[in-house]
């Protein structure tokens, strides 16, 4: 129903997004809302995941678990896609909705996507938990699928966490750098994996705020694997930083035009990546220039300028 709402959300005479709370969508919303199962997800998704601590044949059942887990997760992101709320970036949502559709209706929707992301979390991080301790699954044939399944459904919920920040939020924390630390074991698959969420629009901006959200992730996701990485798959890395470098960020672009930056130094600072660095060190340092202090305070440029020089003097 999240795509069906599109259908209810209308233009206003000022231009804005109106979601009426009169309308059908909103009155399901309300009603799934208020469904036992719904209700009480945050109480069911702790049960879920003791059961994932607990299961004595955990190899079929976890699989099958976090594969549906990621299915939920990309029904869910394609669904807010086909919603015109989608459109909006959430800096922009005060001057882009009418003021019943902020204060009312999308904080409504909103409560309900947060809640399965934090439900969603919460088993990932018991099967992340069971993953480290049960032999079936640290498995290689294992191990690596289910931290990649597992970081796959992450990023089909971005939309939804990176509004609230996940710093505070310590289940996010752990699911996302074990699958990260337990995915660091296998370098091939890693390459595949960051090749599967690569941004497929190369040297572009996306005008789309769910395609800008995408990259965000990917950027801050690929900045942990340099130091396993081959050459090849570092300089595609840093081609998928060019635009956002290049660009003169706005505040929506900000957070990408930072995480740009740092998934740079991460490639250039790996010592496998030498012959690289020394080709992509003079544009970088061009872009660092003109980036400052416009769009990057002292402690970042300072940051950026030292690790330069610590990649050069030797």
């Not at 970036?89 to 902020?102: E, G, I, N, R, V």
């Not at 400052?292 to 020089?309: G, H, I, V």
Request: net charge neutral.
């Amino acid at each position: 129903f999240v795509g069906a709402i599109d259908a209810d959300v209308r233009v206003s005479p000022d231009n804005k997004l109106d979601w009426s709370e009169a309308s059908r969508g909103f009155l399901y919303l309300k009603d799934v809302t208020a469904r036992p199962l719904v209700s009480s997800m945050g109480p069911f998704s702790r049960l879920v995941a003791y059961t994932v601590s607990h299961v004595q044949t955990p190899k079929p059942s976890i699989l099958h678990l976090v594969s549906q887990l990621q299915k939920f997760s990309q029904e869910l992101l394609t669904q807010w896609r086909h919603n015109k709320l989608s459109t909006i970036d959430p800096s922009d949502l005060s001057t882009h909705l009418t003021q019943p559709t902020a204060q009312t209706t999308f904080p409504a929707l909103f409560q309900l996507l947060k809640s399965a992301m934090f439900a969603t979390v919460v088993i990932l991080r018991s099967v992340l938990g069971r993953i480290l301790i049960d032999p079936l699954l640290a498995t290689d044939a294992h191990a690596s699928s289910l931290a990649s399944s597992s970081l796959h459904t992450l990023r089909n919920l971005y939309f939804i966490s990176s509004r609230l920040g996940t710093a505070s939020f310590t289940a996010y924390t752990f699911v996302s750098l074990t699958s990260i630390d337990i995915l660091a074991r296998y370098p091939r698959h890693a390459a595949i994996f960051l090749e599967s969420i690569r941004p497929s629009h190369p040297g572009t901006i996306p005008a789309h705020p769910l395609d800008r959200n995408l990259d965000l992730y990917y950027l801050n996701t690929a900045e942990h694997f340099p130091l396993i990485l081959d050459t090849a798959t570092n300089a595609s890395l840093l081609s998928a930083c060019t635009p956002y470098l290049a660009s003169t960020p706005s505040p929506q672009l900000l957070p990408i035009f930072e995480a740009a930056h740092s998934l740079t130094l991460s490639v250039l600072t790996a010592p496998s990546n030498a012959a690289l660095a020394a080709t992509a060190i003079p544009p970088y340092a061009t872009a660092l220039f003109a980036s400052f202090p416009s769009n990057l305070s002292a402690r970042q440029f300072r940051l950026a300028f030292k690790s330069l020089l610590d990649i050069t003097t030797p």
